[in-house]
Structure formats: structure tokens, C-alpha cells
């Protein structure tokens, strides 16, 4: 059985056997990067001119053993990763993937992560903390219905680009909430959930400042905001809600039903209404799923 440190020394050497020539002349790599909650060994197939990953597709190994080990076929392996490969490298055109970053300004976004979750990430992109979250900055190369392609803005990325943190961010904020703009959906007297309309990195809708006072509005109050994942948010009324039991929900939820890579956090947050701020209600501890309460 081919060990997976082997497995990723031949995808190297032999994936472009299995791509079309005009992916003949481009590099090859294997790169450990960080992405939210975690670390993944991806593949990249990318022209020589580009020094960063930029847009190009992240095919991930663990997930391509895994398919080996399954079948324990190599060549079909090869065949799906260079599958993989060309359609999301069709899927947008040379005009889309504009890679001139000092061109994409209203392009940027924000995204909301955990603090504790993602030290290692934290340490090479600028970032601002909010709270026990922080956000970390996107710049959108390419948009279609069926995916869109974005570059992490690490902290070279930033100077190249010209900007200070603080431009970075309200550039950020701006584009964030005209992009994907919010949606509030009521489920109930008791549950409210907000995201946005591309349903993706919706729990960044808690940073506009317009959207949370509307949901207040909605609400008719303060309330306690539940962060089921990195894609949407929970709200119900602080009159009506039960902190403890929040606070295991929230908990079961991160758990159970939601993978690990889309957690976004172990605490329930406050919004006060009449001063417009969020702030940590509770919290529990994930080693040893302990409820901590004010």
C-alpha cells in the first residue's frame, strides 16, 4: 500500500501526463497552506508568471488518498485531479482572472474567523479582532453562478497593493455589504437566522452595522446572537432567551452538525440595541465541553 508522502511525490511527477499540452510549460508544486480551521496539502498547477497561488485551483491530497485508497487505482486517481484541474481553470476567462491586484480595490472583502482556531493563519495576513473573531481579507479574481475564485490578501499582497490596514478594511466593509447583500429570515417568534445571499461566509453579515440594527428592528430589541457556523447566524430575543441553553445548543450544534472547517465559534454574543455593540454573553470550552456562564 503506497504511504502518502509517496502518493504526493507521484501525483507530482505524473499529472501532466493526464493534462492537455498547453498545461505543459506550467509548475507543478505540492504547499502545505492555511485555511480557515485548518491546514490542507494542495496540489497547484499554475503558469510560471505567477509567483503567488493567486486564482489557480487548490486540488487537496488528503482528499485524493483517500479516493485511492478506496479504489486503489493510481491512473484514475490522475485522471480525476487533471478533471478537476481543467474545469476550474475553464470556468473562468483570462478578462475574469485579471491578476493585476493593484486593479481589484472594490473587490475586496472581509471574512469572519476564529481567533484561537487559526493562530498559525493569523500570523502572515492582517487581520482585526473582534471580539473572540477576527477578520481576514479576500480579493474576489472571478464571480460566475456556479463558483467564484478569490485570493487570501496575506500581508505581501497588502503592500503590493498600496493600502494600510485601515483603507484595507473600510474597503473591505464597503464591498462586503454591496456584494453579498444581507437577508434576515424569521423562523420563528423565537429564532431569527441572518446570512447573505450567496449563502457563503454569511456570519460576516454580523459586521454590518445596518443589517444587525435592522435585525434588531425585527426583533424588537436586544438579542443574543448564536454563530451556528461561518455561513449564517442565529438570533433570538434576550427576554426570551435561555443563556444556558444557548449556550448547549451552540455547542451540540458545533459537534454534530457542523464540520469543523466551517465552526466559527464556542460563544453566544449580545447586541445591545440602544448602543449598537456586540459583546461575549457566554461561552463553553470545546477540550472539556464545559459551559461557562457570567
Known amino acids: ?25 506550467n509548475r507543478v508544486e505540492i504547499r502545505t497552506v492555511c485555511k480557515i480551521n485548518q491546514k490542507k496539502d494542495t496540489l497547484i498547477v499554475r503558469p510560471e508568471r505567477t509567483a503567488d497561488i493567486a486564482a489557480m485551483p487548490n486540488i487537496y491530497m488528503d482528499e485524493m488518498y483517500e479516493l485511492f485508497q478506496e479504489c486503489q487505482d493510481l491512473d484514475r486517481v490522475l485522471c480525476k485531479m487533471a478533471a478537476l484541474i481543467i474545469h476550474y481553470t475553464a470556468r473562468f476567462s483570462t478578462e475574469e482572472l485579471d491578476l493585476d491586484l493593484s486593479k481589484r480595490k472594490d473587490f475586496i472583502v472581509m471574512n469572519l474567523i476564529n481567533t484561537r482556531r487559526n493562530q498559525e493563519l493569523l500570523k502572515t495576513v492582517p487581520h482585526r479582532e473582534v471580539m473572540d473573531l477576527s477578520v481576514i ?27 494600510s490596514r485601515e483603507e484595507l478594511d ?11 447583500p444581507v437577508e434576515i429570515f424569521k423562523l420563528s417568534d423565537m429564532l431569527y437566522v441572518m446570512t447573505n445571499e450567496s449563502k457563503l461566509h454569511g456570519a460576516t453579515t454580523m459586521m454590518y452595522r445596518e443589517a444587525v440594527q435592522m435585525l434588531a428592528e425585527k426583533i424588537g430589541g436586544d438579542f443574543y446572537l448564536i454563530p451556528s457556523s ?8 434576550k427576554e426570551k432567551g435561555n443563556l444556558q441553553k444557548l449556550v448547549s445548543l451552540l455547542e451540540e450544534g458545533n459537534r454534530v452538525c457542523t464540520q469543523d ?5 464556542n460563544s453566544i454574543y449580545q447586541y445591545d440595541q440602544k448602543q449598537g455593540t456586540f459583546q461575549l454573553a457566554a461561552s463553553y470550552s470545546p477540550q472539556e465541553e464545559r459551559t461557562e456562564l457570567p
Open 230 to 237: 461561518i455561513h449564517e447566524i442565529m438570533a433570538v430575543p
Open 170 to 180: 473600510q474597503a473591505a466593509y464597503e464591498n462586503t455589504a454591496r456584494l453579498f
Open 137 to 163: 481579507y479576500r480579493i474576489i479574481m472571478g464571480k460566475e453562478e456556479q463558483g467564484m475564485a478569490t485570493v487570501m490578501i496575506n500581508n505581501s499582497i497588502m503592500q503590493e497593493m498600496g493600502l
Open 261 to 265: 472547517f466551517e465552526i466559527l465559534s
Open 1 to 25: 500500500m503506497m504511504d502518502y508522502e509517496l502518493f504526493k511525490e507521484v501525483i507530482t511527477e505524473r499529472i501532466k501526463d493526464f493534462l492537455p499540452p498547453g498545461f505543459m510549460n
